[in-house]
C-alpha cells in the first residue's frame, strides 16, 4: 500500500509521465479506436482482496486505460468543444486534489470562499458583466442554468412551489430557441416544468432567434392564461455559435416581467476581448448568467462561473439550514452551499486563480485572438477550394463547411460528408464532428486547444483533403 514515501516516489514519476504525454500529445490518435467492450473485457470481474503494488496498477493503466481515451488536450482535437487544461490548471487541480478540502460553507475553508469571491468578481469588468450582480462557481453549465430556472420558477409564484409544491400555480412556460442546448430541456424536466411548457421559439437564417416571434409566443401564452417566467438567450450555441440578440430580446424581457437567463457556456470566454462586448449588449436587463472557464478558457473541467443580479432570489430559492450547518459567521461570508444544488463543492478557484495569475488577462486574450484567426485563415482556404463551401457565416473560432460536388446530388453530398468525417477519425490524426445546417450536413471545426498553433491547423486541412482525395479515388 502506498505510504508517505512511496507516494512521494510515485508521484515524481507521474509527474515525469505528466510531462512527457503533453509534450508528445499531438501525435496519439486524437480520437480512441478501440471497440465497444474491449476495455471491460480487460478488467478482473472481482475486485482485488489484497493490496497490489502501484507500480503494476499503473502500467496497466497505460495498458488498459490509455487506448480507450480520447485525448482532448491534443492540438488536433476539434470536435464538440473543447474541455482545455493548461500547465497552471493541472498544478491547481494537483494542490486540490492534495488538500482535498470540503468547501461547501466559509467555515470549512474560508480562503476557498473568498477566493472564489475575488476571482468571480475580477473576471466581471473584463467582461462586461455588471459590477453589482455576484457570482460563483458551480460544476457545470447544466448546474447553472438549473439553478437560474428553478430561481426563475420561485420567484414568478413568491416561492410557493418551494413551500406548496405545485398545488396553486399558474402553469409556467419557458422559453429558448429552436438551436439552444440540451441542457435548457434538461432543467425544465428536472424542475417539474414539464417539458410541453418548454417553447422552442424560431431562429432566423443565422440560427438566432427571432425577438418578435418571442414576443408573439408570450402573448399568446398569456391570453390563454399561462405564466411566462423564463426566457434562454444563447450566446453562441452549440451547433454553430448563433449569437440570439440579447438587447430586443430583454426589451420582451422586461416588457412582459420575465427571467432572462444568458447561456454563454462556450462563447463567453470571447467577452474577455473588449471587441467581443457587443455580443452581450444589453446584459443589464438579463437576471443570470452562465459561462464555462472549462471549455475554452484553459481551466480543467469542472469550473463554470455563475453570474446572478439578485443574489438574494438565488439563495432564498435555495437556502436551507439544518442545525449542524449554523455558524456564527453566517451572513457575513458567502456560504457557497446556497448558491446551487450541492452541499459539498470542490475547491474550484485555485485552478482558475493559477491560470488566470499564469497566463495574465493579456496572455489569455493573446491566445484567443490567435485562435480566432485561425478561423479565418481556415475560411479563406475554404472558400478557395472548389471541393469544398462554408455552410454558415463562421462565428469566433468555429467553421462549419463541407465537401460539396457539382456530380452530386443534395443526399449524396450529405452521406459524403458523413463518410468524410468517419474517415478523418478513424485516422486518428484529427477529430472532427458535425451539424446539421438549414438541412444540411456541415463539419464542424473548433480551433480552441490551448497550446493550438496554425501549423496544426494546415496540417488538419491537409488531412482533410487527403481523405477527399481517397473517398473520390473509391468512387471511381
Ligand atoms: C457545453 C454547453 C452547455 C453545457 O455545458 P456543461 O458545462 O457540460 O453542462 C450548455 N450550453 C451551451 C451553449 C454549451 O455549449
Partial sequence: MLDNHSFREQAHKLVDWMADYMENVAD????????????????????????????????????????????????????????????????????????????????????????????????????????????????????????????????????????EGFYNVERQRYYCSSETHSSIDKAVKILGGGEQNLVKVASDEKLAMIPSKLEEAIADDIALGMKPTAVVVAIGTTGTLAIDPLLEIGKVCKKYNVWLHVDAAYAGTALLLPEYHWMIEGIEMADSFVFNPHKWMFTNFDCTAYYVRDKEALLNTFEILPEYLKTKTRGKVNDYRDWGVPLGRRFRALKLWFVIRDFGIGGIQKRLREHISYAKWLKDQVESNDNFEIVIEPVLNLVCFRYVSKELNDVQIDSMNERLIAQINSGGKAYLTHTKIHGKYAIRMVMAQTYLKLDHIKSTWEVIQNCVHELEDNLK
Fill in 28 to 163: 496519439l490518435p486524437v480520437k480512441s479506436q478501440v471497440a465497444p467492450g474491449s476495455i471491460l473485457a480487460q478488467l478482473p470481474e472481482e475486485a482485488p482482496t489484497e493490496s497490489e503494488d502501484f507500480q503494476q496498477v499503473f502500467e496497466d493503466f497505460q495498458k488498459i486505460i490509455l487506448p480507450g481515451i480520447t485525448h482532448w488536450q491534443s492540438p488536433n482535437f476539434h470536435a464538440y468543444f473543447p474541455g482545455n487544461s493548461s500547465y497552471p490548471s493541472i498544478l491547481g487541480e494537483m494542490l486540490t486534489s492534495t488538500m482535498a478540502a470540503q468547501c461547501m460553507i466559509w467555515e470549512t475553508s474560508p480562503a476557498a470562499a473568498e477566493l472564489e469571491e475575488r476571482v468571480m468578481d475580477w473576471l466581471k469588468p473584463l467582461m462586461g458583466i455588471p459590477e453589482s450582480w455576484s457570482g460563483c462557481i458551480q460544476d457545470t453549465a447544466s448546474t447553472a442554468t438549473l439553478a437560474a430556472l428553478l430561481t426563475a420558477r420561485e420567484q414568478v409564484c413568491d416561492y410557493a412551489i418551494n413551500k
